[in-house]
T-cell receptor
């Protein structure tokens, strides 16, 4: 029931774009995205609810395809500060399940 | 406002011992959830408490238990420690119960090493 993230790791140069995918085998109601820097707590990026809406914050945005049970996180014009491990978390209908993906390590180099 | 506080931050135990970890949520938050984080496994859900009641439980053995107090502070206990219990244990708080209701605020974790 743990969502699957891809890729597992990616290295980018500053200014390049990246896409991180999150797929579930179960019907989803919500998808969360978090970023964790080494030695720090995961930090919330955004939550998407069913309806296929897309959300964005500056150069980071995400989409949620309810029918495909997938979400994608888009990072455009990456900055060094984007480095970290990105986790998706999924919520299902009925509410109380908490499942996170295994994470995607993203490294931005100058 | 103060964030989520976890204590202790680091601890070393030996096999067979037990350990208690504490989590103080953000003021006003009534939900506390716990996670085990190990390399390659990501965040594995342990359990969630809301208003002193366990709302949901992950696939961990009964050696892992928790509770929540009336002030929303939560503790988790691991008995009869095994080497494989070495991990970072994270707690998160939120206003309401469940993943569909809003963001989770994480603490910095308690790093447990079992020798």
């Amino acid at each position: 029931q743990q969502p699957v993230q891809s890729p597992q790791a990616v290295i980018l140069r500053e200014g390049e774009d990246a896409v991180i995918n999150c797929s579930s085998s179960k019907a989803l109601y919500s998808v969360h995205w978090y970023r964790q820097k080494h030695g720090e707590a995961p930090v919330f990026l955004m939550i998407l609810l069913k309806g296929g809406e897309q959300k964005g914050h500056e150069k980071i945005s995400a989409s949620f395809n309810e029918k495909k049970q997938q979400s994608s996180l888009y990072l455009t014009a990456s900055q060094l500060s984007y480095s970290g491990t990105y986790f998706c978390g999924t919520g299902r209908f009925g509410g109380n399940q908490f499942y996170f993906g295994t994470g995607t390590s993203l490294t931005v180099i100058p | 406002k103060a964030g989520v506080t976890q204590t202790p931050r680091y601890l070393i135990k030996t096999r067979g011992q037990q350990v208690t970890l504490s989590c103080s949520p953000i003021s006003g938050h009534r939900s506390v959830s716990w996670y085990q984080q190990t390399p390659g496994q990501g965040l594995q859900f342990l359990f969630e408490y809301f208003s002193e009641t366990q709302r949901n439980k992950g696939n961990f053995p009964g050696r892992f238990s928790g509770r929540q107090f009336s002030n929303s502070r939560s503790e988790m206990n691991v008995s009869t420690l095994e080497l494989g219990d070495s991990a970072l244990y994270l707690c998160a708080s939120s206003l309401a119960s469940g993943m569909n209701t809003g963001e989770l605020f994480f603490g910095e974790g308690s790093r447990l090493t079992v020798l």
